[in-house]
Every structure is written in structure tokens, then in C-alpha cells.
């Protein structure tokens, strides 16, 4: 039998116990906890509300102005991670959705354009990428 006293120190240690990877969390992880509500845990969007991450991305950030649009996309510039996290994640799902469409001149996001773009809210997102990316 487990004392009420001795049943709260176990409750505490596992809950300290979960909490814990959340505070080391990779990429993926992150990716889960702040992006896959809406594009969903395989990338794959909700059709014709949130747009799909595979391949399309890609295509994105091979654009001048893409690369500055996808970290203004307020879940993104609004994520509640650091810019050195977003920057991981953004980097992450560039690998995972979309290597097949990268240019083949791709640089990796860097933690300083993560913070200068994410500092510029967009309030459209979808205006805007019709205008600069209507084929996508």
C-alpha cells in the first residue's frame, strides 16, 4: 500500500519524468507540438484550408520572397518556441516534406533571417502566397 504522502512524491516524479523531454525537445517533436494541428503529423495539410508541406515548400523557399513567407505565416512567426527552435523545425520539415523540391543551391535557414522575418507578421497568408506563388 502506497501512503498518500509517498503516492504525491510518485505522482510529482512522473509527472517531472514526462515533462522533461518536452524541455530537450527535438525538431520533430516540435514540429508536433506546433504544427501538426493544422498541417497534420505527416505534413499532409487539411485540403483547401491548411496547404500541404510536401513538396511544396520546397518549391517555396527556392523564391526570393519564399523564404521570408514561410517563417511570416503566423503559426509560424507566432510559434511559441525560440528563433533558434523555429529554425530547427523549419529546417526539419524542409528535409522531411519536401527534399525532393529543394534547389539544389539550398542554404539551411539561419537563426538571425528566422528572427528578422519572423518579426514581420503577415496578416494573409493565403493573399499573399496566391500572388507570389499561384502555381503552388
Known amino acids: 500500500m502506497i501512503l498518500p504522502a509517498?503516492?504525491?512524491a510518485l505522482v510529482a516524479a512522473l509527472l517531472?519524468?514526462?515533462a522533461a523531454p518536452a524541455s530537450r525537445a527535438d525538431p520533430q517533436v516540435d514540429y508536433l507540438l506546433h504544427c501538426s494541428g493544422c498541417h497534420m503529423p505527416d505534413g499532409s495539410g487539411?485540403?483547401?484550408?491548411?496547404p500541404t508541406l510536401h513538396e511544396v515548400i520546397g518549391r517555396i523557399v527556392a523564391e526570393p520572397e519564399g523564404r521570408a513567407y514561410i517563417v511570416r505565416v503566423p503559426g509560424v512567426s507566432q510559434a511559441p518556441?525560440?528563433?533558434e527552435k523555429l529554425t530547427?523545425?523549419?529546417?526539419?520539415m524542409l528535409a522531411e516534406f519536401s527534399s525532393e523540391t529543394l534547389?539544389?543551391?539550398f542554404e539551411p535557414f539561419t537563426?538571425?533571417?528566422v528572427g528578422r522575418s519572423r518579426s514581420q507578421l503577415l496578416a494573409d497568408p493565403l493573399k499573399l502566397r496566391a500572388e507570389l506563388f499561384p502555381d503552388y
Open 46 to 50: 487539411l485540403d483547401q484550408v491548411v
Open 111 to 113: 537563426v538571425s533571417e
Open 103 to 105: 534547389p539544389d543551391d
Open 81 to 83: 518556441i525560440s528563433d
Open 16 to 18: 517531472l519524468g514526462a
Open 88 to 92: 530547427d523545425v523549419i529546417n526539419w
Open 6 to 8: 509517498a503516492r504525491s
